[in-house]
Structure formats: structure tokens, C-alpha cells
């Protein structure tokens, strides 16, 4: 059967937004012609806090103002889109944005530690300067979730653009247009889940439901449930009618969410997802992060796995 | 050497239908005059893809480091050395691999021909009793092979292959009194200022693709040093002090393990004589250990091993 | 548009010309081969060089991009903010770029200069420079430029296309930007009947001489991306490879890139670097989960992006891919993209 290949299963970002584009100042030209605005040069932000969000210390969500208040104004991002935090002398990382666009004045970033830009990261004080050049890639297509029931499904540190989207969702000013929000949200223990305050405020909120889990803990005084993720998908198996599926996490965890949203009744072109590739330049140019046509930076991150089964499986 | 052809391809049938191997590596004829493209064959009714002529002057050993399955391979001399040092190396297993020896008389240097050419185009070419005939669109021109080996074919000791379990041609007569070292030795003959003009001059056209390096049979290591980042050892641009470091320490590493196979020199992409950064080291570990890369299984390589004979005036 | 006639014995005038107004770049002899090089003086033009090394791209796309630089000394308030390094953006000429080259940076534009985003570095200097094409009357035999989509005597990337027509070479001006170029030459005479019939005869006999490789292309266009990349030939076809980078950084119309710091006493810069899908390191995650880890993997990549996914992510009928045979000519192993091609292609046509 053709899958059809087009913008009705495409997640499309709005691009007529002119301000969504990531960039900084212009190239000088030093013989006039034409001024370009350069996408390679970072916005100047300083940390202004970190917070170690798991107690093996490897994730730190840290929270990034502008230098430039211009610049702050120029950034302005939706639900679902990275942004490259640059240092410089160490590199460029690519890294969900956690903060929603509802939350003024800072971006937040959570980090996990694995090479060499982002070791030197965990090393940085508040007060530092590093820079931050976006908003990039596409996002989740909120217009199209608009009346819709929204199922979030994320794993581990894959969690980052969730909370960007839960935060977003349950702004006053948003929470109308969605229906029910659902959301299952599980670590390998309690002590690696992300953004803890926030998921035990969430989940006395009654506009939204919060099924939270661990793999496994010897907590006594654990309240919520135990059991991975794909598993507390299918017990608490949420509605597919009129529902639409963000499922982020480790390749393992969506390999077995995916079947149990099958069953459930959801349709690949109701599940989304948000890939992640090795990337270095963020703005579709350097050409590493492709998976057949689509590169990830550019025509993702974020895709429908109905859309993905027409790549081939590079990723 | 084309007569080698039928027995590489009646030892491919045999190995293949007696599964005696799951693989045969040789050549087979390429697109291009004065290039072969080496291929795999995995089924006896394949081997007649199999070829063999003087274009054959890539190091098949590159091909087997870290494999799993049982391959014969087609070997020259230089490359059945550089099976042996993969084997003392651990990278394969000596009965994983059924050499097909290949006594060779020097692969022709295409690069040389081609600027011999001028600019034109070859079209057809056949060698012969020691002459190659070259015939493009309106030109015809014959040149005689033994002027147009590989450099490294022309200073051969070890035109036989060192070790195999079968020939594919008769032995040939091994070179006499070759002076091996004299380009290296009017290279340590320069001031040192002299010296580092000369590297300089010769690599200022590296364009940094590692064509060397992968052409190399050494060079298997999973991470190149040049692609490390923590620590990042060297920098990725054409700055001439990481191109330098880049090409001595990638020497350094072929210390003692280098066959003078000549892969490198033939794959660079800017016609840089790479081997000039390994044939000094090559003649270091001869005059400071005796030892030749590749032909004794059973001893380890002087960098692996310590005996109590060995040169000490660099300890001050 | 502009035509002119430029006898041999007054192209050295003409060139200087060009000189006086801008920096202009031509194919020199260096060592064994060509590459193009800024003149200081018309003589070193090699006008019988037949194509360089490697391509004009570099020009460009520079093989390493200085883009910004930085302070990290802790004194300095503005350590850590990374600032442009100045360019020079002055107009240029490349003269005597093939027209395969040149209608290869076209291609390569489609990537760098985007709804979007925009390169300056490359946007600039394509703004910068006037391209003046050398047809090729002798096209090699590796040449496979009309079986892409292009030809030897193909103006669309130039912008003036110079004729070698035997006494001297015609000129013609193809954009307004090559208009510009010929009115600063003075040595141009008007171009007769008989030299056009020439130019055109010579067009013919070189678009024949070469050998058309009859690839049917559109087959390829039409297949199912996923369908081609599991198809069996891959196999047969990546063995030989080393991964060793040639091809890539002497292609005109491959445009990857790294992004490096390098740090050096308290002060760095961000580069730019030309890199391969060829290394295993171009897509290695920090996890250690490598997506083309395995060589057939990125052997396939190559092609399949050249000829598959250009196509259809730019909905393009030509490929990334001009015909300038350099990947045949200096690939170590003898991978002959023209065969590889064939195979694809080939795999589209369903038994009768």
C-alpha cells in the first residue's frame, strides 16, 4: 500500500512566522552587497541556575537568560523545538528545549552528561557564559492537537520537550483548546525522574492525568506506580478517540510502546515522535543528521511514525 | 602475471565448492585502464569474476582485520607480510585465512603513466613480454614496465610472498642490492631546519581525508587518534602543524609494522609521497632491531618486546 | 547578449583586464596536477589543463571556514562570546571553470541558500564572483556530464562561456553579471559567421564524442526510496570500498561539514571543516549508537543521497551529480559510480 508521502501526514511546522527562524546578527560585509544573516552565530546567555535533576547527578536542567534583550524577543520558539547551546572553545550540542513559550524571560535546558561538550557543561557555574542558537527544527503540530486528546508517553531523559508541551498545554491561556491530556512518564527509579516537584504538582491538578512510574524501587513510601512504561501504557490504556500519541523516550521503550498504541486502537499517523541524531550546524546544511530525504534538524525532529515508515530505517 | 587469471579462479572454485572457505577475496577487472577493483566472492559459480594483471597494487590485507568467517586471499608479497602482522596482531586468526600466494614482479604506477600521457586519455592497454601498449583516441604508445613500477615495487625485497598455502604462479627471482633507504638517507642528511622545510613542502597539499590512513591495513584501530575528542589530540583543519602531527604520529603507529606496501602513497588523492614519513621508521627498527615487519610469525615486533640487547644511548 | 571574439595572442591582455577589477582565480599547474589558484599574472593560466584536482568548490565552500572567534582569558568581559572573523568579499572572476563545475555549484546551492536559512559565507561569495566557463571541446573519458543532465558546452552555471575555437576563443556573455565582465575587456573583436559555425560544430562533436551512458535516470526517480535501499546489489557494491574520503572531497556537489573550536592560549576560533559520510564518526551519537556503522551503510548513503534523495527532496530531475568524473578517476579502489548508477537503475525495470 502507498503511504502517502505529504502535508496530511506530515507534522508541518508553521513556517509563515518569519521570527521562528534561529539566527543572530548579520554578516558585515566588508565591500557592501548584500547583508545575510549569519544562522551560525549564537545568542550571548548567561546561567543563571542549575539544578541536578537526578541523584546520579548525570542530568542538570539549566536555566539560560539572554544577555540581549533583543535577542530574547527574536527567540521565540513552540513546544517541540532544540535549540544548539554553544560553549565556546568545547562546541555545539543539540538539545530540546524544556521550557514552554509560556514561561517569560529564561530558557530551560536539561542536559544529559555524555561527551565532551556536554562534561564541560556540567562543569559551568551560574554566572557563566555560554550561547544559544535557535529555536530550531520543527515542532508538535499544536494546531492539528487543537480539540484533540492528547496522550503523553516519555521515558527517561526524553522527557525534556514533554514538559515544554505539559507546561504549554496547562497555561491558562492554552488549556481550552486541548481536551483530555494523559500522561505516562516513567524512569528506571525514582531518583532519575525529571522535573520531580512539577510531576507531583501535575498530578493533583484535575485537568490533567498523571500516571507516573518507575521500573522498579525499594521507596516504601513510593505512591505511584511501578512497572515500565509500555506496561502502564496498556493497564491504563487510554482512549485512541480523537487522541493523538507523543511518545519520547529510549529506542527499547518506543519498540514496545508502539504495539501496545496498536492495540489501544491508535493509528501510526495519530503516534508522534521526536527524533534525535548527531548534529552539528542544526539548520539542515552540514548534512549528517538525514535519515533518507528528511533531515532530522531541519524536517524534524519531530515526526509521525507513519511518516517514518516511508524512510528507510537509518536511525 | 595475467596467467595467474585461471589459477586464482580454478583455487576460488575449488575453496568455494569444497567449503573450505565461506570467501574469496581478490580483483576483478575495473571500469578504468591500469585499475582492478578488489571484490568478494562467496559462491563457486562467482569466480570467474576473479582477475589478475599488473594493476593489482592494493593491499587486500586491509580487507581482513576483525573479520569473522574463513576468507582465501589473493597475496603478493607486501601483503601476505601484512597477513602475517595481523595475525601476530590478533586482528585474524592464520587458520581463518587461506592464502592464495601471488609471486609479483611490481604493480605499474598509474599516476606515473597517466603524466607520462600527458593529459590524454587511455583507452585500451595490454602489457607484454615487459612492455605496456597504451592506444588512446589518435595516439599509440609503448613503455617499458620496469620504469613504470609503484616506487615501492622498484626497492623490493620480498617480491615472494613470505607465507601461503598455495601459489598461484611460479616463484620469481627476489631483487638483488637494492638500496632501500638512499632517498631516506639524503633526507637525514639535511639540517634540521632543512628537514622541516622538507615536510613541510610535503604535505602542504594534504586536503586531511585520510586516504592514507584507510588505505592502510595497519590502521584499524576503531577510533582513530585524529577523531578523538576527549582529549581531542588533533585539530580537523589544514593547519600544517596538525597536518604534520597528523602524518608523524600516524608513522609512528606503522613503526615496525609497515611491509612498504606502497597503499598509502597510491591512494592519496594529491599525489603526496606519503611513505616518506614511514620509510625512515622502517629503517630505524631494521638498523636498531633487526627486524622486518611481517616475516616471522614467531617473533614479536621489536615495539611489543624487550630484549636485553637492545640499543640503550637514548637513555641519558 | 554580449559576444566577442578573443584571439589567442591577446587573452593574456584580456585576462588582465579582468585583473584589474577583480581577484581572479584559474586552474595553475601545481606540482602534477591543476587546482584552482589566484593569479598574479595572466601567463600562469594553464588553458590547456583539462580539469583540476579538485573542484572549484573550494572556493566557495572552503575546506576549513574560519567563522568566529572568541576570548576565553578570564579578564576579558566579552570572553565567551563568540564574534564574526572579517572576511574579504571583493569581487572575483574563476576563470576557466567547466561547465560541469559550474553547474555544479548551482546544485550545491539549493543546500546553502535556502527559504529559510542562508550560508553568508557561501551566499557571499557566490554574490562576489563572476564565472567565466571553459567548454570543453575534448571531454575525457571518464566524462559523463550529458548522461546528468548537463553538457560540455552547458551555460547554465556560467556566467560568460568561453569557446576554445581554435585561433582564439569566443566569448559569450550568459547572465548580466558576465554582461558586466565583458564590458571591462577591450580586446574583444566581433565574432564572424564562420567562427560560429565553428563553435557550434564543436559543440556537436564534443556532446557525441562522449560515451552517453544511457542512464535512465527518471527510473530511478520514480522507485521507492525504502524499496532501493534494501535492494541486494548494495552488497556487491560496498565491499571494495575504504571509506576513505576521496570521493567526497573531490566531488563538486558534496557539501558536508564539521564544526570544531580549537583553543589555543586563551583565545579560540570555530571552524569549519569539510567532512564525509564516508567516516563512521559522521554519525556517531555520544551514546555510542551509530546509525551507518556499518560500511555498507554509508557506502549506500552516497549514492542513494546523490541520485535518490536529491531528487526527491529538491523534486529535481538532475542528480547531485555532474558527470565530472573525478570520483572515477581517483577513487583508490576503482568504485565506478557510473556502474553503480547503472545498478540502480537497473533494479528499477521489474522482470517481464
Redesign the interface.
Given at each position: 500500500m502507498e503511504i502517502p508521502r505529504g502535508a496530511d501526514t506530515r507534522v508541518r511546522p508553521y513556517?509563515g512566522d518569519a521570527n521562528s527562524?534561529?539566527?543572530g546578527r548579520?554578516?558585515?560585509?566588508?565591500?557592501g552587497?548584500?547583508e545575510?544573516?549569519?544562522?551560525?552565530?549564537?545568542y550571548?546567555v548567561r546561567i543563571e541556575s542549575i539544578v541536578t535533576e537526578t541523584e546520579d547527578r548525570n542530568l542538570k536542567t539549566f536555566k539560560l537568560v539572554f544577555l540581549d534583550a533583543e535577542d530574547e524577543a527574536k527567540f521565540r520558539y513552540h513546544a517541540g523545538q532544540f535549540a544548539e547551546l554553544?560553549?565556546?572553545?568545547?562546541?555545539?550540542i543539540p538539545i530540546g528545549i524544556a521550557s514552554s513559550p509560556t514561561e517569560e524571560g529564561y530558557l530551560l535546558f536539561t542536559v544529559n552528561k555524555?561527551?565532551?561538550v556536554?562534561?564541560y557543561l556540567h562543569n559551568m557555574k551560574e554566572g557563566?557564559?555560554?550561547?544559544v542558537r535557535g529555536p530550531l527544527g520543527n515542532w508538535y503540530p499544536w494546531e492539528t492537537l487543537e480539540g484533540r486528546n492528547v496522550v503523553i508517553i516519555g521515558g527517561g531523559f526524553a522527557f525534556t520537550t514533554l514538559r515544554s508541551s505539559i507546561v504549554y498545554m496547562l497555561d491558562p491561556a492554552n488549556r481550552a483548546r486541548f481536551n483530555d491530556i494523559t500522561v505516562v512518564y516513567g524512569a528506571r527509579s525514582p531518583g532519575l525522574l525529571l522535573y520531580k516537584n512539577e510531576l507531583i504538582q501535575w498530578e493533583k491538578r484535575d485537568d490533567i492525568t498523571m500516571h507516573i512510574t518507575v521500573d522498579g524501587t525499594n521507596d516504601p513510601d513510593w505512591k505511584y506506580n511501578v512497572g515500565f512504561v509500555p506496561a502502564i501504557v496498556k493497564e491504563k490504556a487510554p482512549d485512541s478517540d480523537n487522541a493523538y500519541a507523543l511518545v519520547c523516550g529510549p529506542?527499547v521503550m518506543i519498540k514496545f510502546t508502539l504495539p501496545t498504541l496498536a492495540e489501544l486502537g491508535f493509528p501510526p499517523e495519530r503516534i508522534i515522535t521526536s527524533l534525535?541524531?548527531?548534529m552539528?550546524?542544526g539548520?539542515?546544511?552540514?548534512?549528517?543528521?538525514?535519515?533518507?530525504?528528511?533531515l532530522v534538524c531541519?524536517d524534524g525532529p519531530v515526526f509521525t511514525f507513519d511518516y517514518l515508515s516511508?524512510?528507510?530505517g537509518?536511525? | 602475471m595475467r596467467e595467474y587469471t585461471e589459477k586464482i579462479r580454478e583455487a576460488a572454485r575449488r575453496l568455494l565448492s569444497e567449503k573450505k572457505v565461506d570467501a574469496v577475496i581478490g580483483f576483478r577487472k575495473g571500469t578504468l585502464p591500469f585499475m582492478n577493483e578488489p571484490c568478494i566472492v562467496k559462491h563457486a559459480d562467482q569466480a570467474d569474476r576473479l582477475y589478475w594483471d599488473g594493476n593489482c597494487g592494493v593491499n587486500l590485507a586491509n580487507y581482513l582485520a576483525k573479520r569473522a568467517d574463513r576468507v582465501a586471499v589473493v597475496a603478493k608479497g607486501c601483503d601476505s607480510r601484512n597477513i602475517m602482522v595481523h595475525v601476530l596482531e590478533n586482528q585474524i586468526s592464520r587458520d581463518q585465512v587461506y592464502i592464495l600466494g601471488a609471486p609479483c614482479r611490481g604493480m605499474l604506477d598509474r599516476r606515473r603513466i597517466l603524466a607520462e600521457l600527458g593529459g590524454k586519455d587511455p583507452l585500451r592497454v595490454e602489457e607484454q613480454n615487459g612492455k605496456i601498449h597504451i592506444e588512446g583516441r589518435d595516439f599509440g604508445l609503448t613503455l617499458n614496465r620496469e620504469e613504470y613500477l609503484q616506487e615501492n615495487c622498484a626497492l623490493c625485497t620480498h617480491r615472494n610472498p613470505v607465507e601461503y598455502d598455495e601459489l598461484v604462479g611460479e616463484l620469481v627471482e627476489e631483487q638483488k642490492d637494492v638500496d632501500r633507504y638512499a632517498d631516506v638517507r639524503e633526507v637525514e642528511a639535511l639540517s634540521a631546519d632543512e628537514r622541516k622545510a622538507y615536510f613541510q613542502e610535503l604535505i602542504a597539499p594534504c586536503i586531511r581525508c585520510y586516504a592514507c590512513r584507510n588505505a592502510c591495513p595497519l590502521c584499524y584501530c576503531p577510533t582513530c587518534f585524529v577523531d578523538e575528542s576527549r582529549p581531542q589530540w588533533v585539530g580537523k583543519s589544514l593547519d600544517p602543524v596538525d597536518t604534520m602531527t597528523f602524518h608523524f604520529l600516524r608513522a609512528y603507529h606503522c613503526a615496525g609494522r609497515c611491509t612498504d606496501c606502497g597503499a598509502c602513497e597510491r591512494a592519496c588523492p594529491v599525489g603526496i609521497k606519503v611513505r616518506q614519513f614511514t620509510k625512515k621508521l622502517e629503517k630505524d627498527v631494521l638498523e636498531l632491531y633487526g627486524y622486518e615487519a611481517g616475516l616471522d610469525m614467531n617473533e614479536r615486533p621489536p615495539l611489543d618486546t624487550y630484549r636485553t640487547g637492545d640499543p640503550e644511548d637514548f637513555i641519558k | 547578449m554580449t559576444e566577442m571574439y578573443i584571439p589567442k595572442n591577446k587573452i593574456d591582455d584580456a585576462v588582465q583586464e579582468m585583473m584589474a577589477q577583480h581577484k581572479v582565480f584559474a586552474p595553475v599547474l601545481q606540482g602534477r596536477f591543476h587546482d584552482f589558484a589566484p593569479l598574479s599574472s595572466p601567463e600562469e593560466v594553464d588553458w590547456e589543463c583539462r580539469n583540476t584536482r579538485l573542484s572549484p568548490k573550494g572556493l566557495f565552500h572552503r575546506h576549513s571556514e574560519r567563522m568566529f572567534d572568541y576570548s576565553l582569558s578570564k579578564d576579558d568581559p566579552e570572553a565567551g562570546i563568540l564574534k564574526e572573523s572579517p572576511k574579504d568579499f571583493s569581487p572575483r572572476v574563476v576563470l576557466n571553470i567547466r561547465p560541469c563545475d559550474a553547474r555544479a555549484l548551482q546544485l550545491v546551492d539549493v543546500n546553502f541558500d535556502t527559504p529559510e536559512y542562508r550560508d553568508p559565507w557561501w551566499v557571499k561569495r557566490r554574490e562576489a564572483t563572476t564565472l567565466v566557463g571553459l567548454a570543453c571541446n575534448d571531454p575525457c573519458s571518464t566524462c559523463f556530464c550529458g548522461s546528468v543532465g548537463t553538457g560540455p558546452f552547458d551555460a547554465a552555471g556560467v556566467d560568460v562561456l568561453l569557446v576554445d575555437a581554435g585561433e582564439g576563443y569566443v566569448a559569450r556573455a550568459c547572465t548580466d553579471k558576465g554582461e558586466g565582465l565583458l564590458a571591462e575587456i577591450a580586446s574583444g573583436e566581433p565574432v564572424t559567421a564562420e567562427i560560429r559555425e565553428k563553435v557550434e560544430a564543436l559543440k556537436k562533436q564534443a556532446e557525441t564524442s562522449m560515451a552517453d551512458l544511457h542512464l535512465n535516470l527518471d527510473l530511478i526517480a520514480e522507485k521507492d526510496m525504502k524499496e532501493l535501499f534494501n535492494e541486494e546489489f548494495w552488497e556487491d557494491v560496498h565491499f571494495s570500498c575504504i571509506n576513505c574520503g576521496t570521493c567526497t572531497f573531490l566531488c563538486p556537489t558534496c557539501w558536508c561539514f564539521d564544526i570544531q573550536d580549537e583553543v589555543y592560549e586563551g583565545k579560540g576560533m570555530r571552524l569549519r571543516n569539510w567532512d564525509s559520510c564516508m567516516y563512521p564518526l559522521f554519525t556517531l551519537h555520544a551514546s555510542g549508537h551509530n546509525p551507518r556503522d556499518q560500511k555498507l551503510q554509508r557506502v549506500r548513503q552516497r549514492f542513494m543521497h546523490k541520485f535518490k534523495y536529491y531528487l526527491d527532496k529538491y523534486e529535481t530531475a538532475t542528480p547531485a551529480c555532474v558527470g565530472c568524473g573525478r570520483c572515477v578517476q581517483h577513487c583508490p579502489v576503482n568504485i565506478d559510480i557510473r556502474e553503480v548508477v547503472r545498478r540502480m537503475a537497473a533494479s528499477c525495470v521489474c522482470p517481464a
Open positions: 513556517r527562524k534561529g539566527g548579520s554578516l558585515q560585509a566588508r565591500n552587497g548584500i545575510v544573516e549569519n544562522p551560525y552565530l549564537p550571548p554553544s560553549i565556546a572553545g568545547q562546541g555545539e555524555a561527551g565532551k556536554t562534561n557563566d557564559i555560554m550561547g529506542p534525535e541524531m548527531r552539528k550546524c539548520i539542515g546544511m552540514c548534512g549528517r543528521c538525514n535519515i533518507g530525504t528528511e531541519k516511508t524512510l528507510p537509518e536511525y | - | -
